[in-house]
Nanobody
Framework: QVQLVESGGGLVQAGGSLRLSCAAS????????MGWFRHASGKEREFVAA????????YYADSVKGRFTISRDNAKNTVYLQMNNLKPEDTAVYYC??????????????????WGQGTQVTVSS
């Protein structure tokens, strides 16, 4: 079993920055990949960023490229999402996701089998 806990959300003005954290516990040795998704009110959940646990490969949605960075700290079993130059359209609940089996699909929420509780990010204009 794997548990994921997000933190770091909050209210910021457009152009500001936040860093989200996702702490993994339990059978973390089983994790192959970690990702971030977001769910804005009235919209479908969408992919934001992901990485292989080894850190060899990262993936980003076009809407966040150049602004968001996914990274990890293996010693702390923690994945981060650094969000810079935030825009009002980034407002959403952000979810950390983990996958404990191999898959070449990083972009789709259905490929992940563990999820955090979500953390709210609100960007005001």
């Amino acid at each position: 079993q794997v548990q994921l806990v997000e933190s770091g959300g909050g209210l910021v003005q457009a152009g500001g920055s936040l860093r989200l954290s996702c702490a993994a516990s339990g059978r973390t040795f089983r994790i192959y990949a970690m990702g971030w998704f977001r769910h804005a009110s009235g919209k479908e959940r969408e992919f934001v960023a992901a990485m292989s646990w080894s850190g060899a490969t990262t993936y980003y949605a076009d809407s966040v490229k150049g602004r968001f960075t996914i990274s990890r700290d293996n010693a702390k079993n923690t994945v981060y999402l650094q969000m810079n130059n935030l825009k009002p359209e980034d407002t959403a609940v952000y979810y950390c996701a983990g996958r404990t089996y191999y898959s070449s699909s990083y972009y789709y929420s259905g490929s992940y089998d563990y999820w955090g509780q979500g953390t709210q990010v609100t960007v005001s204009s």
